[in-house]
């Protein structure tokens, strides 16, 4: 399995618990050794399942990787 794989795969295990990671990039992917891949990094994660219909949204993220 390549490492984007292993990514998405990540990704969509979270997703299936309500998390929203909102800051995934390539400094919070950890590679290791045997192949494995860890996503760090959960400051800015947000619960959507329980998301609040008057709380007015938020951009956040790195400046450095967001699009103009």
Request: net charge positive.
């Given at each position: ?17 309500g ?50």
């Amino acid at each position: 399995m390549d490492v984007l794989t292993k990514i998405a795969s990540g990704v969509n295990y979270i997703h299936s618990f309500g998390i929203l990671h909102r800051d995934l990039k390539t400094s919070n992917i950890l590679l290791k050794k045997d192949g494995s891949v860890k996503i760090t990094d959960f400051g800015f994660c947000e619960f959507v399942k329980e998301r609040n219909p008057n709380r007015r949204p938020i951009n956040v993220g790195s400046p450095l990787y967001m699009s103009p």
